[in-house]
């Protein structure tokens, strides 16, 4: 294999440290850095484990705030992130800590220099990623940070917000239902991007339209159903409204409806159809756009035309 790498001269003397660190800094920031908001599990890898190392791998520089410490995917036992240290944190990320500073003087050292001018166009990061936040308390807090870092900057500065709200599947959720509002109101409107699975994107467009219809009587519904709702961590059966899927169109009208919500990219993590005409639909649409498959089928019906035409 080539190496895309240069190879320096052997007369080359060896980089000083500060060079090498001033190199790395511009390395980093020419990739950009990536704020990851994630889970951290003690068995498996989900949440921080699956999300921070493959963007390192790919040359970007990745700081992590972790949500929760948690057994694994299915046991939520462990202690979650505080609403306090979690706010601790954000203070040290205020708005005018992603603005341009001063660059440096002329009689600065050079590998100073290099260092300071490149800290002076970059930013602290460049995007922003929510995976796992189990209550809509921390939820809260986070959209209170995002909404006036992202306001203050405007739209060509703010960093980039990818949002996975991750909240549960087949039907079932193992965060408070207190999330689904919180990303439906708040965090929605602020995401670039956004990455919910079919159920957590039903149960956000569900609210959204619960709320258009009856705004003031959906709060009070809410409420009253998350104080009846068992406090205890993991899954449980899910008691907020959701849009049901149940063909392509669904899909695709599901998908147009979270685009007008504010978001200019939508994926749908994972779709599943009960009914096995749906499924077969999907399968159709998906293969349509394969030529491949327009080839075997040509071959398929060669080979039967011969058989016949054998046989006859």
Request: hydrophobic share 45%; glycine share 6%; charged share 10%.
């Amino acid at each position: 294999m080539t190496s895309t790498r240069s190879i320096p001269p052997a007369a080359t003397p060896a980089a000083t440290p500060a060079a090498a660190a001033a190199a790395a800094a511009a390395a980093a920031a020419a990739e950009g850095r990536v704020l990851a908001v994630q889970s951290h599990v003690v068995r498996g890898h989900v949440g921080a484990d699956a999300f921070v190392f493959p963007l390192q791998r790919l040359g970007l520089d990745v700081g992590c705030i972790y949500t929760c410490q948690f057994v694994d995917l299915f046991v939520h036992e462990g202690p979650p992130l505080q609403l306090q240290h979690l706010q601790q944190l954000l203070q040290h990320l205020k708005p005018d800590s992603f603005l341009p500073r001063p660059l440096p003087s002329a009689a600065a050292p050079a590998a100073a220099a290099a260092t300071a001018a490149a800290a002076a166009v970059e930013p602290p990061f460049r995007y922003i990623a929510s995976g796992f936040v189990g209550n809509g308390e921390l939820l809260h807090a986070l959209a209170d940070w995002l909404g006036p870092l992202r306001g203050a900057l405007g739209a060509p500065a703010a960093p980039l917000y990818l949002c996975d709200p991750v909240m549960g599947d087949c039907g079932q959720l193992y965060v408070h239902p207190s999330c689904v509002q919180v990303y439906s109101s708040k965090l929605l409107p602020l995401a670039d991007i956004i990455t919910p699975n079919q159920y957590e994107a039903g149960w956000i467009l569900g609210h959204l339209q619960q709320q258009q219809q009856q705004q003031q009587q959906q709060q009070q519904q809410q409420k009253e159903k998350e104080q009846q709702q068992e406090e205890k961590l993991g899954w449980r059966e899910s008691c907020c409204p959701c849009v049901e899927m149940k063909t392509w169109g669904d899909v695709l009208a599901a998908v147009a409806a979270l685009h007008d919500a504010g978001p200019e990219v939508v994926l749908l993590t994972s779709v599943q159809f009960a009914a096995a005409a749906a499924a077969e639909e999907a399968h159709n649409v998906l293969a349509a756009a394969d030529p491949t498959y327009h080839q075997q089928q040509q071959q398929q019906q060669q080979q039967a035309a011969a058989a016949a035409a054998a046989a006859g």
